[in-house]
């Protein structure tokens, strides 16, 4: 089991390398051509008027990458002015400014336009009964193109019973949402992801033993339900039970490329307390879990050539021989403004340390 008490620290990174051009992997394969690596916000260096140099870092290489993007700082490290960041999909950050206006934006997207960042505007949100739409757990969207796809469907999670569907290129009628009420409190507080496969919106309830899924095209206050039977559980010493058993427990669901379903359960404890008493989490122990369609979930260790992507973004899999550089088998995670883990699933690393200065964006591969 990916269970250790991470006692190691990456090293400082290298120097920043500067580019005005889009970075690919050093050795490109022949399935990557056509695609960027994976890459997270490392920050931005401030250029003057509230603007900085994006700095990424591309999952398959070591040092980061200062490009010639200037984007809003506020936007980098979402603490300041009137933007909230409040989730991402598909390299597109969703923001809800003070008139309650949700916004799709493509300024931390290092392949978008530098110079012409597309900001689109969501209708104004409809709170049904009982609900709230203050809170915004996350936002999944079925394609990369909200802005031109006219199929594309953004879903907004509520904290609590809403989750509301919007199509922003929809030509056929002026863009409204749909708004679902979730009847299962187990769904009340989980992420919304996409399933291409599917094609349908999923929630993965708490503790992981039930799935909803809902289809954007066929609202439903009665979603298709699938209960997850967990198979080939590993057997835990008393302590490591006892461990995990005081941890904050949380899922996600992720797929593949090739439409293969994972649950991955992470087991996080508190490391530290800031000054503004803020609790620092630290994850202790991690487990997957593959998922088959009569709802068979079997632990494993062992995901072959994948790379798993959890971050405050849709989270993602990558294809680790498509860019040389990315280890296979990993399971990479961030978390704004406090941790930073690489998981081995093997057991051969677990590495996981505390960072209050990286935003937590991944961005998935990008056809160029």
Not at 132 to 143: E, F, L, R
Request: proline share 7%; hydrophobic share 35%.
């Amino acid at each position: 089991m990916s269970l250790f008490l991470s006692r190691l620290r990456l090293g400082k990174e290298g120097l920043v390398r500067r580019s005005s051009l889009l970075i690919l992997s050093n050795g490109l394969s022949s399935s990557s051509l056509h695609q960027t690596p994976p890459c997270n916000i490392l920050g931005a260096k401030p250029c003057g008027e509230g603007l900085g140099k994006l700095i990424i870092k591309n999952a398959n290489e070591r040092d980061p990458t200062e490009l010639e993007k200037k984007v809003p700082m506020e936007l980098v490290y979402n603490n300041h002015g009137n933007d909230t960041i409040v989730g991402a999909s598909h390299g597109w950050i969703a923001t809800l400014k003070n008139d309650g206006i949700l916004r799709l934006q493509d300024d931390l997207n290092p392949y978008a336009s530098y110079t012409e960042p597309k900001h689109i505007p969501l209708p104004p949100l409809v709170t049904m009964r009982h609900c709230q739409t203050k809170i915004i757990t996350n936002v999944s969207m079925s394609s990369s193109f909200p802005d031109d796809d006219e199929t594309c469907v953004v879903a907004a999670k509520f904290l609590g019973a809403q989750l509301s569907f919007c199509k922003p290129a929809s030509q056929s009628c002026k863009p409204e949402w749909t708004n679902i009420r979730i009847k299962n409190p187990c769904f009340y507080s989980s992420r919304v992801v996409f399933s291409k496969k599917e094609e349908m919106f999923r929630i993965v309830g708490y503790g992981g033993h039930l799935i909803g899924s809902w289809d954007p095209c066929k609202p439903s206050e009665d979603p298709k339900l699938q209960t997850l039977h967990f198979q080939k559980l590993p057997k835990l010493p008393k302590s490591t039970r006892e461990l995990m058993d005081s941890c904050c427990k949380s899922e996600r669901l992720v797929e593949s490329p090739t439409g293969e379903t994972f649950l991955v359960k992470m087991y996080r404890k508190t490391a530290e307390i800031s000054k503004g008493g803020i609790a620092k989490m630290k994850t202790r122990a991690l487990m997957v879990f593959k998922i088959d369609e009569e709802g068979n979930a079997v632990y494993t260790q062992d995901i072959g050539d994948l790379v798993i992507f959890l971050s405050d973004s849709e989270p993602f899999c990558a294809l680790a021989a498509s860019f040389p550089g990315l280890h296979s088998n990993h399971v990479e995670f961030l978390e704004a403004f406090n941790e930073v883990a690489y998981i081995d699933l093997s057991g051969h690393a677990f590495i996981s340390y505390i960072d209050s200065h990286f935003p937590a964006y991944y961005i998935p591969p990008q056809k160029i």
